[in-house]
């Protein structure tokens, strides 16, 4: 008997010895689990695109890191908080997930990031836009990627104010991100002197808008925010050249659009349109080098927030790299010290709050003339630099920062 | 075509009713062994959810298969009730047994309004009057400030039950959440075999004979909606603990056609009919969610064969094959 | 002039007009919806993907075939009855001697596969639809600018509602349907097949709900998701209107439809949920619906 447990004792001795070695990687195994919507509203600028991206980023590492393997998984939330609820509890108690990436809809991704928070688990968000995710919400594990709502409104807003339209008109879902939009661009508008002439709030998924735009043509305004996505918007965008709003000489802005919705609109409607984006993939040779490779396995071009799952699961695989273990808070430590630069960020910097700054861009939907074909839509018109396209880190409510 | 020739869910539960006590009863603890040891083979937070939507659909085949009534807006005594227990427990600090007592009742008056509404009509007319009912609760669930919209009510605490269990821990709340459902599986029980139930059954089977009778109907059929919803915000409530949150997705009407899914699949009059098809259909989605089938389609194609196929559902053909059953 | 609660009449003017353009696919859906059920005592939940099905029909014709709105217009709602005649004669038709609620169900299920497999296919952000040359720009009516398109929509849609009416209310085979729904065994025995009657239509029915959506095509966005939310809206059209009744689900259509274009204005909110609302009181007051009898 004694022996035996002489034996035990020795034995764990050893494999505690041997420890250090093995464990810098849990299971030996780096697994990125992509969670979003695959099946509705937001599959088209998040869905399988996304693990495409992820899967990109893993392959330019060989898909080993830290001398572990990166394994990619993906489900789908469906777009409910519930299913993204338990899909990131199971990941992460049963499934050995180390990092989960994308998560668009705000409910679901703040479910997810409370989850992540507990289990100390590392949350790469590019599909979410609420502002709260980086605010009230924020977590230590927790990195808002790709864009918020602050940066799309209030980027928009400025912008537009400072080519001379000052008076607004919204046309906003009646929905938290809605209201939100809504409210950032009505401060920086009126931040900067401009007025609001009124605003509309409207179900979310309303077919019909030509009540709301015959309102806010009535209003005398300069622009028409759009303060509403997807669907919505397209629908919004599309009446509104049916009535002749943008020959009428008001303008359109839409506070939270992806190139998905101007593909969907299509040129001849969405022409001349204003919008704030993360990223186009016509840029630099970079960006249209990555696209090209993205396009051949997708069949589209990127959105922002696929190319922003790449960069943020690009710059993770890093951080683990250079950390040389999975251990979230010595990785977080070492994604935080690293500057971001990859084709989607130049010199992009984490926050205290998880928001990582990065330029944010002004683009203007080219006219069908100008467009040279498939998925060559934007003019550039002007880049945000980081520090002013974001919110400013003590303001947003994080009590992280100090 | 006045003649109804098959009513919805009527032969199965004729047999389980009438079916032999010890077939029930060793089914029954066959199902509470498994149900006790699951926790340690499967993923505890799958469990609870399979007794939530479980519960759930028992309690809407409480109307639909012993009463005759298809509610199509049963999402919003489920959806309403997470928010209230969400509320409660949250914002108020209520310890989680009296969410889930708020949870019920507000269900519970909330059943109320929409019986009174609805109980006059049968049929078609029933479903698309609790439809439109329902339709307004996500209005307000959607408007009213304490649900903050779209992103519901996030980080519920668990909290401690009765001040002694913490419910933080994973099989401590499965043991709870079993426990709930057990409990409203008793009263369904208790209800179905009861004087009450057999007068529901006669309403469901004829109900200008019962009228003739001398039973007032409507009273009847008020107090079996009024206890459908509790029990269905029972669940909700349960979810909204086990989840940590309330979502304006358990108040949408497609979650008041998932239910009745739940309900056709496993067999509609049939006591452990429900359990069995949430039990699937939750499998189901959760398995489908990691492949690249659209999970719509493969829902739909289910509806659309049970309805075609196997009316009677899982449990229901199950019961008519059993040897010397036949009627 | 006057004022309505602070709203110019101008304003108000216009939103009735745009109210009435918006009640007009309400009447077409519905008025395919009564009729089914009328016939069937089917309430056909399948009714708004089919309608999707109709302006997919007419996307793909243009995007593959370079077949125009005009073309669109015959085939689509050819296209999208046949398939209801397949859907009846298939499975629909085994239901009739069952409760009417597993007719619902039924179609329940098979608007699920519908929509999910365009939205596999498709994505879910919807295809763009030009609005035919001829049917471009548009007129000012002083108190708004009214697109020509609309004005067309309102037109043909009127037309269609009031055609169906007559043909059913007014002409003989109006009259063997009317009778085939009272008493089919009757019917049958005056030697008019009653089965290729009902399938027929069913047929007719949903080919409504597909001509409603190539109206819709240059208006909305060609989307897989373009039926879910209508139908609920238009089934609360036909309860309200009272099951069955044509001439109920035209005048309730567009009526309600300007009542949501009121609400627009005065509580935007809501507009989603007005339509509810008159319906549980409708039916507390009058439960078999404004034009509907008991049955």
Redesign the interface.
């Known amino acids: 008997m004694r022996s035996l447990l002489l034996a035990g004792t020795a034995l764990l001795t050893l494999a505690a010895a041997a420890a250090p070695a093995a464990a810098q990687v849990s299971d030996n195994v780096v697994r990125i689990g992509v969670l979003n919507d ?2 509705g509203i937001y599959a088209d600028l998040a869905g ?1 695109g996304s693990a495409i991206a992820a899967r990109m980023a893993a392959e330019e590492f060989g898909n080993k890191v830290a001398g572990a393997a990166v394994e990619i ?11 993204a ?3 990131a ?2 990941w992460v ?2 499934g050995g997930v180390d990092v989960i990436a994308d998560v668009p809809n ?2 679901a991704a ?2 997810v990031q ?1 989850i992540a928070r507990d289990k100390k688990r590392i949350f790469l968000m590019s599909g979410p836009g ?1 502002t ?1 995710l980086s605010g009230a ?1 924020c977590s230590p594990y927790g990195f808002q990627w790709t864009y918020d709502n602050y940066a799309m409104a209030a980027g928009t807003g400025r912008a537009l104010y400072e080519q001379g339209k000052k008076k607004w008109f919204f046309v906003t879902a ?4 809605g ?1 939100s939009l809504e409210e950032e661009t009505t401060k920086m508008v009126k931040s900067l002197g401009g007025t609001i002439a009124g605003a509309v709030r409207h ?2 998924g309303t077919s019909d808008f030509s009540s709301f735009l015959l309102q806010a043509q009535g209003s005398g305004a300069d622009v028409i925010g759009l303060a509403n996505a997807g669907g919505d918007t397209v629908n919004a965008v599309k009446q509104a050249a049916e009535f002749g709003i943008t020959q009428s000489g008001q303008s359109l802005a839409g506070l939270l659009m992806f190139i998905t919705d101007v593909n969907a609109l299509g040129l001849p409607s969405a022409q001349g349109l204003m919008l704030t984006t993360g990223f186009y993939w016509d840029m630099d040779d970079q960006t249209r080098d990555w696209s090209k490779k993205f396009e051949a396995k997708a069949g589209k071009k990127p959105t922002m927030v696929q190319a922003g799952v790449y960069s943020a699961v690009k710059h993770y695989l890093k951080a683990v790299e250079a950390a040389k273990t999975d251990d979230a808070d010595k990785v977080v430590a070492k994604m935080r010290e690293l500057p971001v630069e990859d084709m989607f960020a130049k010199k992009g910097k984490i926050a205290a709050n998880g928001r990582m700054f990065h330029d944010m861009y002004l683009a203007q939907v080219k006219t069908p003339a100008e467009s040279k074909g498939a998925w060559d839509y934007y003019k550039i018109v002007k880049t945000i630099p980081a520090d002013t396209a974001f919110m400013d880190p003590k303001q947003s409510g994080c009590p992280l920062v100090k | ?2 003649a ?5 869910g009527s032969r199965p539960a004729a047999l389980t009713v009438r079916g032999t006590a010890t077939g029930t009863a060793l089914l029954f603890g066959v199902g509470l062994a498994a149900a006790v040891a699951a926790p340690f083979l499967l ?1 505890p ?2 469990l609870m ?1 399979v007794l939530c939507f479980a519960l759930f659909a028992c309690a809407f085949n409480l109307l639909i298969g012993f009463a005759g009534l ?1 509610s199509f807006g049963h999402a919003a005594f489920f959806g309403s009730a997470a928010y209230i227990a969400a509320h409660a427990v949250k914002e108020w600090g209520w310890a989680p047994e009296f969410g889930l007592l708020a949870a019920t009742g507000g269900a519970a008056l909330l059943g109320l309004v929409f019986g009174l ?1 609805a109980i ?2 049968q ?3 029933f ?3 609790t ?3 329902s ?2 609760v996500f ?1 307000l669930a ?2 009213l400030p304490f649900t ?5 009510i ?2 519920v605490p668990r909290g401690l039950l009765f001040g002694l269990f913490d419910l933080g821990q994973p099989l401590t709340m499965y043991y709870t959440v079993l426990a709930i459902f057990i409990a409203g599986f008793a009263i369904i029980w208790r209800t179905v075999h009861s004087p009450f139930g057999q007068v529901l059954k006669a309403i469901r089977e004829n109900e200008p004979r019962a009228i003739s009778l001398g039973y007032r109907t409507d009273r009847y059929k008020l107090l079996a909606f009024v206890l459908s919803a509790s029990l269905a915000g029972l669940a909700g409530g349960t ?1 909204a603990l086990v ?3 309330a ?4 108040v949408t ?1 497609q979650m008041s ?1 998932e239910v ?1 899914l739940m309900t ?1 699949l496993g067999g509609m009059g049939t006591l452990f009919g429900p359990v069995v098809g949430a039990g699937l259909v939750v499998t189901l ?2 398995y ?3 492949t ?1 089938l ?11 064969v ?3 196929l196997f ?1 009677r559902g899982i449990v229901g053909e199950l019961l008519a094959r059993l040897p010397g059953r036949s009627r | 002039m006057f004022n309505l609660l602070g709203v110019p009449p101008q304003v108000l003017f216009g939103q009735l007009l745009l109210g009435l353009i918006n009640g007009s696919f309400y009447a077409l859906l519905s008025l395919g919806l009564a009729v089914i059920f009328g016939m069937l ?1 089917v ?1 056909n939940f399948a009714h708004g993907a089919l309608y999707m099905v109709g302006a997919f029909v007419a996307w793909l014709l243009l995007t593959y075939l370079g077949l125009g709105y005009w073309w669109a217009l015959l085939v689509a709602p050819t296209v999208v009855g046949l398939v209801g005649i397949a859907l009846e004669k298939t ?1 629909l038709s ?9 007719g ?3 179609t ?10 365009f ?2 296919q498709y994505g879910v952000s919807g295809q763009p639809y030009p609005i035919p040359d001829a049917l471009k720009g548009g007129q000012n009516l002083g108190f708004m600018f009214l697109p020509n398109y609309r004005g067309w929509v309102v037109v043909a849609s009127l037309v269609i509602c009031f055609g169906t009416w007559f043909a059913i209310e007014r002409t003989k085979l109006g009259a063997y349907l009317r009778a085939a729904t009272e008493n ?1 065994t009757l019917v049958q025995a005056f030697g008019i097949n009653v089965p290729v009657m009902v399938s027929l239509t069913y047929g007719f029915g949903v080919a409504l709900a597909g001509l409603a959506g190539v109206l819709a095509a240059p208006i909305y966005q060609v989307s897989p998701l373009m039926g879910t939310n209508l139908i ?1 809206i238009v ?2 059209v036909v ?1 309200i209107g009272g ?1 069955g009744s044509i001439l109920g689900a035209i005048v309730t259509g567009l009526g309600l439809g300007m009542l949501e274009g009121l609400t627009k204005v005065f509580y935007p ?2 507009s ?2 007005v339509v ?2 008159v ?2 009181i409708v ?2 007051i009058k ?1 078999a619906g404004l034009f509907g009898r008991e ?1």
């Open positions: 695959r099946s399988e998984v993906v489900a789908d939330h469906q777009n409910k908080a519930d299913i609820a338990s899909k509890r199971e108690d049963t705000s409910a703040l479910a409370g609420a709260a919400q009646d929905y938290a991100f209201q179900p979310l | 075509m006045t109804k020739t098959h009513l919805l993923y937070v799958f959810k298809l509404v006059r009509r049929g078609i007319y479903a698309m009057i439809l439109a009912l339709q307004m209005f959607l408007q903050h919209g779209e992103d519901g996030q980080g979810k989840f940590q949150l979502s304006l997705t358990d009407w056609g009745v056709l989605e959760s489908l969610a990691s690249s659209p999970v719509p389609v493969v829902i739909g194609f289910i509806f659309v049970c309805v075609l009316r | 005592n309430i499975m085994r239901l009739y001697k069952l409760d009417h609620l597993y619902l169900l039924l329940f299920g098979l608007a699920l596969i519908f929509e999910g497999a939205r596999h089919p609920i089934f609360a309860v099951m909110e809501a989603n949920i509810f609302v319906m549980a039916l507390l439960p049955r």
